[in-house]
């Protein structure tokens, strides 16, 4: 969880794609481990907030930079 909230919020400076990479891989982890053993394991919300703030940011980085990639092809084209 803390390392998908660090992605939103580091993600504008840098290591936000980074941050956000680990959260899901972690919360992906945690969520295995609490589902394979719920009674020693907890923290369900935490997993799934990792997970859901670590996509969104992946998703928001990837659609960044296809845009980034089209603007540049377009004035590439222009020229």
Known sequence: MILGLLSISF????????FAIVA???????????????????????????LITGGLILLFNLALMLIWIVVMIIGAASR
């Open 11 to 18: 993600g504008w400076i840098c290591g936000g794609p980074l």
């Open 24 to 50: 899901v891989i972690l919360g992906a982890v945690a969520m295995m481990q609490i589902k394979s053993n719920p009674t020693q394991y907890t923290g369900k919300p935490f997993a799934l907030v990792g």
